[in-house]
């Protein structure tokens, strides 16, 4: 789980970095990624031999470990995650300082997390791939997983991971952020709805110090984090487009029938698109259905 108040990291490793700590830094970032995963993150235009070297190399040094992932065809997937000596090793990297890495770090966890993690990681890479191809910024840093708010009650909201993506053009430079939910439909279709409710609850929670009266201009709680509040989206995975259609459905009821959710929409951009659509066609295409109802834009557009 990460704290908000951990994120301050640079958009990109600088390039001295070698490869093997950029790699490091992905991991304890990402909690795990398959070879294929790291080398689209960090070196797109090198060959899976090079990762796989440098993979191996912090295996043997019992800094990185894998797991191999169950595959219909057989095939042999692994998925890196760090040791406890590797985590240790990350404190003190540039791109993590500020905050310290919650990774995965034995086999059982890897199996265990494996597959939601790697789906989180495969939405990221679809935007970070478009980035690349627009010219904008969006790179491993600037995506956060389990990135955690309180909404009081001692209850809280957590998101599965922050993006932090910069639209660049000639003349201006727009900066965008976003909530993302990953939903590979494990869970019923009312509990993934309810997710809008704790973002609404987010949008209105105002922390108080404790023991003190509660006053008119403390403002929100996520100011402390966000100039503005972040876009809301739902990446949707794992069912028939029948079954994914009618989840999205569901948000978009959520959001006609919920007062607070309502008053989220109004001043929120809320959208959810179909994770194979956006790897196939890129987030920037008209994907994204607007959960207050209308015809499918870019998420940019919401």
Same mark, same amino acid.
């Given at each position: 789980?990460?704290?908000?108040?951990?994120?301050?990291?640079?958009?990109?490793?600088?390039?001295? #970095?070698?490869?093997?700590?950029?790699?490091?830094? *992905?991991? $304890?970032?990402?909690?795990? *990624?398959?070879?294929?995963?790291?080398?689209?993150?960090?070196?797109?235009?090198?060959?899976?031999?090079?990762?796989?070297?440098?993979?191996?190399?912090?295996?043997?040094?019992? =800094?990185?470990?894998?797991?191999?992932?169950?595959?219909?065809?057989?095939?042999?997937?692994?998925?890196?995650?760090?040791?406890?000596?590797?985590?240790?090793?990350?404190?003190?990297?540039? /791109? +993590?300082?500020?905050?310290?890495?919650?990774?995965?770090?034995?086999?059982?966890?890897?199996?265990?997390?494996?597959?939601?993690?790697?789906?989180?990681?495969?939405?990221?890479?679809? =935007? /970070? *791939?478009? $980035?690349?191809?627009?010219?904008? #910024?969006?790179?491993?840093?600037?995506?956060?997983? #389990?990135?955690?708010?309180?909404? %009081?009650?001692?209850?809280?909201?957590?998101?599965?991971? @922050?993006?932090?993506?910069? @639209?660049?053009?000639?003349?201006?430079?727009?900066?965008?952020?976003?909530?993302?939910?990953?939903?590979?439909?494990?869970?019923?279709? #009312?509990?993934?709805?309810?997710? !809008?409710?704790?973002?609404?609850?987010?949008?209105?929670?105002?922390?108080?110090? @404790?023991?003190?009266?509660?006053?008119?201009? $403390?403002?929100?709680?996520?100011?402390?984090?966000?100039? @503005?509040?972040?876009?809301? !989206? =739902?990446?949707?995975?794992?069912?028939?487009?029948?079954?994914?259609?009618?989840?999205?459905?569901? +948000?978009?009821?959520?959001?006609?029938?919920?007062?607070?959710?309502?008053?989220?929409?109004?001043?929120?951009?809320?959208?959810?698109?179909?994770?194979?659509?956006?790897?196939?066609?890129?987030? $920037?295409?008209?994907?994204?259905?607007?959960?207050? %109802?209308?015809?499918?834009?870019?998420?940019?557009? +919401?």
């Amino acid at each position: 789980m990460t704290s908000p108040a951990q994120r301050a990291a640079p958009t990109s490793v600088p390039p001295r #970095e070698p490869l093997r700590l950029q790699v490091l830094a *992905a991991l $304890a970032q990402h909690r795990i *990624a398959t070879t294929t995963q790291l080398r689209s993150m960090l070196r797109p235009a090198g060959t899976r031999q090079l990762m796989s070297r440098v993979l191996n190399k912090l295996r043997s040094d019992a =800094f990185a470990d894998s797991t191999v992932l169950p595959n219909a065809n057989r095939s042999r997937t692994h998925a890196w995650y760090l040791t406890p000596e590797g985590a240790r090793l990350t404190r003190d990297l540039p /791109a +993590l300082r500020g905050r310290p890495p919650y990774p995965i770090t034995s086999a059982t966890a890897a199996s265990l997390k494996s597959t939601h993690t790697l789906t989180v990681v495969r939405a990221h890479l679809a =935007f /970070a *791939a478009d $980035a690349r191809r627009l010219g904008h #910024e969006h790179g491993p840093w600037d995506w956060t997983p #389990e990135v955690s708010h309180s909404i %009081g009650e001692g209850e809280r909201v957590m998101a599965d991971a @922050v993006m932090h993506y910069t @639209v660049t053009g000639p003349d201006h430079r727009q900066k965008l952020r976003a909530f993302i939910e990953v939903d590979r439909t494990t869970m019923s279709s #009312e509990r993934l709805a309810v997710k !809008l409710i704790e973002y609404a609850r987010l949008f209105q929670y105002e922390a108080q110090p @404790v023991g003190r009266r509660r006053t008119s201009t $403390a403002g929100p709680a996520w100011l402390r984090w966000y100039p @503005v509040f972040p876009r809301v !989206l =739902f990446i949707l995975t794992g069912a028939s487009r029948t079954r994914l259609d009618n989840r999205i459905s569901d +948000l978009q009821a959520m959001v006609a029938q919920h007062p607070l959710v309502a008053h989220l929409a109004r001043e929120v951009r809320l959208g959810a698109a179909i994770l194979e659509d956006i790897e196939n066609h890129g987030p $920037a295409q008209a994907v994204w259905i607007p959960l207050t %109802g209308g015809t499918p834009q870019p998420w940019t557009d +919401l």
